[in-house]
């Protein structure tokens, strides 16, 4: 594999995800490196279908396992279709939620066994493993208030019971503990510039660790 590396940002709905991967999107292209963006759930033709019937706010009746398989099964045509072969081209992949989502989401929100969740993830995974993960950490009212003053109605997910979200939140933070060597936990209640700051910290660090080990 050449210099690729992926980098996934997650965390509350409504963090400002969208507009930091934008900004990252432009400081990478600036460095002259290549970048794919991607997102989850969705990232190809295939994984955008998965998308429409796993948010859509006209199905509450969808079971948990239906959730989590449909999710799996996405990451799996994801990586194989889109994140391999764009690592493989020596790409940065960077990708609006990932794996980390399902355990917050299935397991520490939804309150699916973590065995159950590892063993679909696992299969979906094949061994791989994104590099890094940004979680851009806020209280889930906040992110909220924000999607909802963007006029946008709420996704079969958004629309769960508030502390349904809290668990989600709380999901990523526990995760960024017990492996600190695979998260980064960016303060999203922060201004746009000084969240931004701290991103590309983060990011000038990984290009800088990549290049060693290429040089
Ligand atoms: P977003 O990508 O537009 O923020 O929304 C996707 C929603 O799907 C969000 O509420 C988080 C949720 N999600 C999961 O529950 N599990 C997952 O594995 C992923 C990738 C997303």
Redesign the pocket.
């Known amino acids: 594999m050449k210099k690729g590396f992926m980098v996934v940002f997650d965390g509350s709905?409504g963090a400002g995800?969208t507009t930091v991967i934008q900004s990252i999107e432009k400081y990478l292209i600036s460095k002259g490196v290549d970048v794919l963006l991607t997102?989850?759930?969705g990232g190809t033709p295939i994984g955008e279908k998965i998308r429409d019937v796993?948010?859509d706010p006209k199905t509450p009746e969808m079971s948990f396992m239906t959730e989590l398989m449909l999710?799996g099964a996405g990451r799996a045509q994801h990586i194989q279709e889109k994140i391999i072969p764009a690592l493989s081209a020596g790409k940065v992949v960077i990708s609006?939620?990932?794996?980390a989502?399902?355990f917050s989401?299935?397991h520490y929100a939804r309150g699916i066994d973590i065995d159950t969740i590892t063993k679909i993830n696992d299969l979906a995974l094949n061994g791989f493993s994104p590099h890094m993960n940004i979680i851009l950490d806020l209280d889930p009212a906040e992110g909220l208030k924000r999607v909802q003053s963007r006029g946008e109605g709420l996704?079969r997910?958004?629309d769960e019971k508030a502390d349904f979200l809290i668990r989600a939140r709380n999901g990523y933070l526990k995760q960024a503990e017990q492996s600190p060597e695979k998260f980064e936990v960016v303060d999203a209640a922060q201004s746009k510039e000084k969240v931004l700051s701290d991103v590309i910290n983060i990011i000038d660090v990984l290009l800088s660790q990549q290049q060693e080990k290429h040089s």
Not at 96 to 99: A, G, I, L, N, T
Request: glycine content about 0%; proline content about 5%.
């Open positions: 709905n995800k997102r989850e759930p796993i948010l999710f609006d939620r990932f794996d989502a399902t989401f299935q996704d997910l958004e």
